[in-house]
């Protein structure tokens, strides 16, 4: 044991200087749960064709993505012993795409005495010279939430497929002089370097209801120290979990490096709300001499604020793209149906198809829209010529596999005489949808796409606008409507609801839906509101499901555009 550690510390010395060093791997427990992984079955309707999820069990977070010799690394939360929640290890897949993805064996999983009892989120952060190092949650023998630190066993592997855990674990944990709660803290974010050559990092955490980004410092990413005072807080917001902490520039769709800063970049601060599971962001500042992030006047900092999604889409993270300067989001979709349906289907969670994500020209909040690559998938396009949608009006767009198809739609409105008035208290644009839904007849509006429908839609989810008329302009609300997505009562058919920063006087209003037979994710005006719905339709299923455009309100408006596309199921294994 004694000749054990001290090859791990001069391996970790090395490795965090400038040496390859060769190593056996310090961990071979737990590999009863690398278990030979298959599909439950092969005929599942609610099975994706083109979003990311391994052939079976529970899967949530993804934690360290990144690029490494070309590859791009997605790491995430998986239980290899079943449908639920339980036994956390680090998941690996590897791809050239962002599109089909090859799995490995799992990267980290429970085998020192800081993380025996899980291996949580974390993150990536690639050191000089290209190195990466992975920062991560363990639970530890006493179940306090601590950090860790692991890094590859061999750079020469573009595959990364071995891992090796510090001598020094953990690295950063609650003690009774820091006042941390032991059950609230974690998931390290991506480290950045500031203006003293020192690496930063910060931890979710909370007091009583105060939301906390602990931040910590560190020379040579080993030894750690808590810094005086929290990068941010929030009152009220309950425990932050998954945090995210990054620079954008002011202008154009690029990716900068994490520790970029000064007057050419915002910085984007992202917390998950534990309380609500919403992935709530602000826009601001960062002052890198005081180590305080300030958001921008105006920002909203709780659960009615500025989300990257609207719907269903939980504990997401971000990471620069070096090979085609991007930055990418990657996140969760939880299911909807029932544990018990989970289980039955043996498997739950599934990922969001990648994102872009850059500044909108008012640097007021992100744009997001699914990264390129996703349209190799496309066949069979079908379009749809420019013409005028009748109030009461349902087109049913043929042609496509309409269970797993890209649809991109633009409406013009030219009478808005009909729209209804907007009153002052209708403030939740959730809430207002689940009162006007698909089904509530209005002025202008609603107008949309009817996804995953049977015929005669019996059952349907429904994502569409509905403009009001406002004090001083036209009020665009974006809704997608699950409440009758499915015949069984079991499921989750929450209506999601979000206001839509565009102009319908002057722009279009476009609509982007990627349906894959359990889910429907929406981009409305370009990528400024999206939304993300899991639904279980019993009747609407492989080939028996229909798309549909449709106005169910009184003002006609005009199909500008409309393009669809089936997808072609992509290879992850």
């Not at 977070?61 to 070309?70: A, L, R, T």
């Not at 910085?267 to 992935?279: A, E, G, P, Q, R």
């Not at 744009?367 to 109030?391: A, C, D, M, Y």
């Not at 990528?527 to 455009?549: D, E, F, Q, W």
Request: net charge positive; with cysteine.
């Amino acid at each position: 044991m004694a000749n054990s550690c001290v090859g791990l510390f001069l391996f970790f010395a090395l490795f965090l200087s400038h040496g390859i060093v060769e190593l056996e791997a310090s961990h071979h427990v737990y590999r009863n749960l690398q278990t030979v992984q298959s599909a439950a079955s092969t005929d599942q309707p609610y099975r994706t064709g083109f979003h990311f999820q391994p052939p079976k069990n529970w899967i949530n977070d993804p934690n360290g993505v990144m690029v490494y010799k070309g590859l791009y690394h997605l790491f995430y939360q998986y239980n290899p012993k079943g449908a639920v929640w339980g036994n956390i290890v680090w998941a690996h897949s590897t791809s050239k795409d962002l599109v089909n993805w090859t799995p490995h064996e799992p990267a980290i999983f429970p085998s020192q005495p800081s993380d025996i009892n899980g291996c949580w989120s974390g993150s990536s952060t690639i050191l000089p010279g290209g190195k990466p190092a992975m920062l991560y949650t363990g639970i530890d023998t006493k179940n306090s939430q601590v950090q860790n630190l692991a890094v590859p066993k061999n750079l020469s592997d573009p595959y990364l497929r071995e891992w090796v855990k510090s001598p020094k674990n953990p690295l950063m944990q609650p003690t009774a002089q820091n006042q941390i709660n032991a059950s609230s803290f974690r998931d390290p974010t991506t480290a950045w370097l500031g203006p003293d050559k020192k690496w930063r990092v910060i931890i979710g955490s909370k007091i009583d209801r105060q939301g906390l980004a602990i931040l910590y410092k560190s020379k040579d990413f080993v030894n750690w120290v808590q810094a005086p005072m929290p990068l941010h807080s929030a009152k009220d917001t309950g425990m932050w979990e998954c945090p995210d902490f990054y620079p954008v520039p002011v202008s154009g769709k690029n990716g900068v490096d994490t520790s970029l800063n000064g007057p050419y970049v915002k910085h984007v601060l992202k917390i998950s709300l534990d309380d609500t599971k919403h992935d709530l962001y602000t826009i601001g500042s960062y002052d890198s001499l005081k180590d305080i992030y300030i958001p921008d006047k105006g920002s909203v900092e709780n659960d009615s604020g500025l989300r990257y999604d609207y719907g269903k889409y939980y504990a997401s993270k971000t990471f620069l793209d070096s090979i085609k300067n991007r930055r990418i989001l990657c996140g969760w979709l939880n299911e909807s149906s029932s544990v018990a349906d989970d289980i039955k289907k043996g498997w739950a969670g599934v990922h969001a198809i990648p994102r872009q994500v850059w500044l909108d020209k008012s640097g007021k909040q992100l744009i997001q829209w699914p990264v390129v690559e996703i349209q190799k998938l496309r066949t069979n396009h079908v379009s749809l010529p420019s013409r005028l949608l009748k109030g009461g009006s349902v087109v049913e767009v043929s042609g496509v596999t309409a269970s797993q198809a890209d649809v991109d739609i633009s409406f013009k409105i030219s009478d808005f005489e009909k729209a209804e008035v907007l009153n002052p208290s209708w403030t939740n644009p959730q809430l207002l949808c689940s009162q006007k839904g698909a089904s509530v007849k209005g002025g202008v509006g609603p107008f949309g796409l009817l996804v995953l429908a049977s015929k005669g839609l019996t059952e349907n989810t429904a994502v569409f606008f509905r403009i009001f008329k406002g004090q001083n302009k036209y009020v665009v609300l974006m809704c997608s409507d699950q409440s009758r997505s499915s015949l069984n009562q079991a499921n989750d058919k929450t209506t999601y609801g979000a206001f839509l920063d565009v102009d319908p006087l002057h722009q279009s209003l476009s609509l982007r839906s990627l349906i894959d037979h359990s889910i429907v994710e929406s981009f409305g005006g370009g990528g400024k509101a999206c939304m993300s719905a899991r639904v279980y339709p019993t009747l609407a299923i492989n080939n028996a499901a229909h798309l549909y455009v449709f106005n169910n309100g009184s003002e006609a408006v005009e199909i500008s555009k409309l393009n669809a596309w089936s997808m072609k199921k992509a290879i992850i294994n």
